[in-house]
């Protein structure tokens, strides 16, 4: 598949270009700055230019699939919590529905389901990516939501641990690595198609941890 990754410049979105490359996706790297295009081409990917606060929706030009990763990060006020992480996000989500872009994988955030829960300082941004989920899991696109928890920038184990909202459960941090993982994994199986995951660090094989049960 063409995999356009939003947010490719980022710290998970650096881990899963090359794993889309090495999985046997066409990886497109889309950022909003070109002296981030030969990064983008190193780690495999086809650079493409795209600002979630200006113009992106040309870079989705035949994608099969869409990845979204960024984020505006937490130095930045909620201003931009508000314009990237909320309304860039769902703008990207009406992007793949007037392109008939079907397949999408969200990286949300642990907790997006408790918007209200403690640390109150996170509470605005949870706002944000549940706001965005909730967009993307009314529309008609074939979504999966993935919800981290706290990210590193550890090595990769290959192993995570997962829960499906909305039950109980909590878990370690997670290396961004690991997240990258987890995306390749959804994207070779459909059955996580219409689920919301919560990743966290643990010792499940990836693919299995994603596997959706009953
Ligand atoms: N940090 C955590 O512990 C945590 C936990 C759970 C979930 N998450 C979520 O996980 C995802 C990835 O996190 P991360 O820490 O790997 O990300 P990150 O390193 O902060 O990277 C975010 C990327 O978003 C890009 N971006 C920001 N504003 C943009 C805009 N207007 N248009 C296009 N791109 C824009 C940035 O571009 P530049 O490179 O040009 O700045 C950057 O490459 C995010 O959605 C985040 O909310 C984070």
Sequence with gaps: MRVAVIGAN?????????????AGHDPVGVVRDESQFEAVRERGGEPRLGDLKGE?????????????????GGDTGWDET???????????????VERGVDRYVMISAYQASEPLAEPEALRPYRVAKRCADDHLEQSSLDATVLRPTALTDGEGTGRISATFEYRDGGGDDIPRADVAEAVV??????????????LFGGDDPVEEAIRPHD
């Design 185 to 198: 994994a959804c994207l070779a199986n459909n059955e996580t198609i219409g689920e919301t995951i919560r």
């Design 10 to 22: 980022g710290g998970i979105g650096r881990e899963l270009l090359p794993r889309l490359a090495d």
């Design 82 to 96: 508000l314009l990237v992480d909320l309304w860039g996000a769902r703008r990207t989500v009406d992007a793949c």
């Design 56 to 72: 992106f929706a040309s870079a989705l030009e035949d994608a099969d699939a869409v990845v979204f990763t960024a984020g505006s």
